[in-house]
């Protein structure tokens, strides 16, 4: 037996006892339903996002990898599993970002009785802040700053070459490198609880690098084995946000139906939709002109609505659709009750609508 597989079968048997101990939960995405499908964010794991324009792809990642894990933390101390997060963020600066993040904070504190946008925060127009909203907003920077001890987000444009040197840089500070002879090398973490993001956002936006001869798809595909790579050999957990094509809003599409998506829709490149372990879409069925999606009625749901699909999973279930609310101003999803509880309550459904229009008159 060769000496590697020597340390894959000792890994293997270690993370069957870590199991055991329940030290392999992860950390809560904050939406049970997908959580039952995908087990948590967890180390060592490639999740691909995919949407159209505007299906909330980046609020879903940030709800998902960034604010509900830290939140998660922060109420649980005695949670042994940590996190770390390396945000690039290609295509919203992170100004603007801190402001929706902010402006989700204030609406959460306050009940939901003010919805902040980002034109209103930054006075742009007619808009200005109350005074009681700039003082929420002025108590919502310390909640910003407790989020930066968790993550870094980088602006601007990146290339693979420019990933690959950050990523390695990473990899000393949480863990030791070897090389080996070979000319590969091995990482030991120095905490196994430690659960490292990369995040992408989004993969149409990266910079090739100058082998690249400005190929977009070969810088892609590039970028996701350097990924894949990190995956392996150090148990990062990257999360790539991508585009979908055109042709999803396209007549033909829009007229089939069952618009959803499918992993041919990635856009520039189908390495990621190949290389990842969970594959992850959103829908917004109201681009499609759909009165209805997985028995949820678009005349009461209207924009609010969108449709998570889990595409591909190789650890478990995938084609598992899931619905969700979706407020943009503040880029949050909330997880709606399946059909069926709705029909079987209609005092849910009442108040599930109650929520999303008092939004609307916000």
């Not at 030290?23 to 499908?37: I, S």
């Not at 402001?99 to 925060?121: H, T």
């Not at 030791?176 to 430690?194: C, H, M, Q, S, V």
């Not at 490149?269 to 681009?287: E, H, K």
Request: glycine letters at 8%.
């Amino acid at each position: 037996m060769s000496e590697d597989l020597h340390i894959i079968k000792d890994s293997f048997w270690k993370e069957v006892e870590r199991g055991k101990k329940g030290l392999n939960e992860g950390l809560p995405m904050g939406f049970n339903r997908l959580t039952d499908v995908i087990c948590n964010v967890q180390r060592g794991r490639y999740d691909l996002w995919g949407g159209g324009t505007g299906t909330g792809k980046s609020s879903a990642v940030l709800d998902s990898y960034v604010i509900n894990p830290i939140e998660y933390i922060l109420a649980n101390p005695e949670n042994v599993s940590k996190i770390r997060i390396k945000y690039y963020n290609l295509e919203m600066a992170t100004m603007p970002l801190m402001a929706k993040l902010m402006a989700r904070r204030v609406y959460e504190q306050s009940d939901g009785k003010y919805l902040l946008s980002v034109n209103k925060i930054f006075g742009r127009g007619n808009y200005r802040l109350s005074l009681e909203e700039d003082r929420l907003l002025g108590e919502a920077q310390d909640y910003f700053d407790m989020l930066t001890d968790y993550v870094e987000f980088v602006d601007g444009s990146v290339s693979p070459l420019f990933v690959y040197k950050d990523l390695l840089a990473l990899a000393n500070e949480v863990g030791k490198i070897t090389k080996r002879e070979d000319g590969y090398w091995n990482f030991r973490a120095y905490d196994p609880n430690l659960i490292v993001v990369v995040v992408i956002d989004h993969v149409g936006l990266i910079t090739p690098n100058k082998d690249h001869m400005g190929n977009k798809k070969r810088a892609i595909d590039d970028l996701s084995e350097m990924l894949i790579k990190f995956r392996n050999r150090c148990g990062f957990s990257p999360v790539v946000v991508s585009q979908f094509n055109r042709s999803i809003e396209s007549m033909d599409r829009k007229s089939n139906a069952h618009p959803d998506p499918q992993l041919s829709d990635f856009k520039d490149s189908g390495n990621p939709a190949q290389d990842a372990d969970t594959v992850i879409s959103l829908f917004n069925p109201m681009r499609h002109r759909l009165n209805t999606h997985n028995g949820y009625d678009m005349n009461t749901f209207g924009s609010f609505y969108r449709g998570i699909s889990v595409l591909k999973n190789r650890d478990g279930m995938d084609n598992v659709d899931i619905a969700m609310g979706f407020i943009g101003a503040i880029g949050k999803m909330k997880e709606l009750p399946t059909i069926d509880e709705l029909n079987a309550n209609p005092d849910l459904a009442s108040k599930v609508m109650g929520y999303f229009s008092n939004i609307n008159k916000n």
